[in-house]
T-cell receptor, first 114, second 114 residues
Framework: SQTIHQWPATLVQPVGSPLSLECTVE??????LYWYRQAAGRGLQLLFY??????ISSEVPQNLSASRPQDRQFILSSKKLLLSDSGFYLCAWVDRGRFQETQYFGPGTRLLVL | AQKITQTQPGMFVQEKEAVTLDCTYDTSDPSYGLFWYKQPSSGEMIFLIYQGSYDQQNATEGRYSLNFQKARKSANLVISASQLGDSAMYFCAISNQAGTALIFGKGTTLSVSS
């Protein structure tokens, strides 16, 4: 069966520091991968998606970037964090099996920028 | 552009009762998918149910069913026989025109009491 991992689970970082969040998927190959951000009490906002290694599409201009160095690995980065980067970051992958384009989410990373 | 509207910020129900969570959507795409996710306090987004725009029958998954009214552009989630563990935030989502991401509503908080 497929599983999706994210780490770290929680992170507290000072403003201006770098960021690296990692997402890996097991049990599938060549998945579409997604990064979402959720502000407190709000819905999810799509940040990046990737349809393959090295292929990244950005949905929202910001100081974040994403990379996909391996088929099942998706990384979210920043060179200098802003206070507004605080939030809950969720990685997701698509299962094109039973339900078309259903996205399954990882456990998420809570980021607090101080 | 697609849009999801969830007008109920909070809903309260007693155990074993049924509850309906409202969702209306807006899209100009003739083909789309509608999704419901559950987000407990742990933060993980849990996929519940999917409805395709061309599906003739309403989707059902165990205690979850989707009341799909295409002409009204509504996709309400019905939870039968509520349980304490159903207390969570519930999000309705629609696939975007490119099929590359989901557009989420702001969510409805469901509280189940004994």
């Amino acid at each position: 069966s497929q599983t999706i991992h994210q780490w770290p689970a929680t992170l507290v970082q000072p403003v201006g520091s770098p960021l690296s969040l990692e997402c890996t998927v097991e049990g599938t190959s060549n998945p579409n991968l997604y990064w979402y951000r959720q502000a407190a009490g709000r819905g999810l906002q799509l940040l990046f998606y990737s349809v393959g290694i090295g292929q990244i599409s950005s949905e929202v201009p910001q100081n974040l970037s994403a990379s996909r160095p391996q088929d099942r690995q998706f990384i979210l980065s920043s060179k200098k964090l802003l206070l507004s980067d605080s939030g809950f970051y969720l990685c997701a992958w698509v299962d094109r099996g039973r339900f078309q384009e259903t996205q399954y989410f990882g456990p998420g990373t809570r980021l607090l920028v101080l | 552009a697609q849009k999801i509207t969830q007008t109920q910020p909070g809903m309260f129900v007693q155990e074993k009762e049924a509850v309906t969570l409202d969702c209306t959507y807006d899209t100009s795409d003739p083909s789309y998918g509608l999704f419901w996710y559950k987000q407990p306090s742990s933060g993980e987004m849990i996929f519940l149910i999917y409805q395709g725009s061309y599906d003739q029958q309403n989707a059902t998954e165990g205690r979850y069913s989707l009341n799909f009214q295409k002409a009204r552009k509504s996709a309400n989630l019905v939870i039968s026989a509520s349980q304490l563990g159903d207390s969570a935030m519930y999000f309705c989502a629609i696939s975007n025109q490119a099929g590359t991401a989901l557009i989420f509503g702001k969510g409805t908080t469901l509280s189940v009491s004994s």
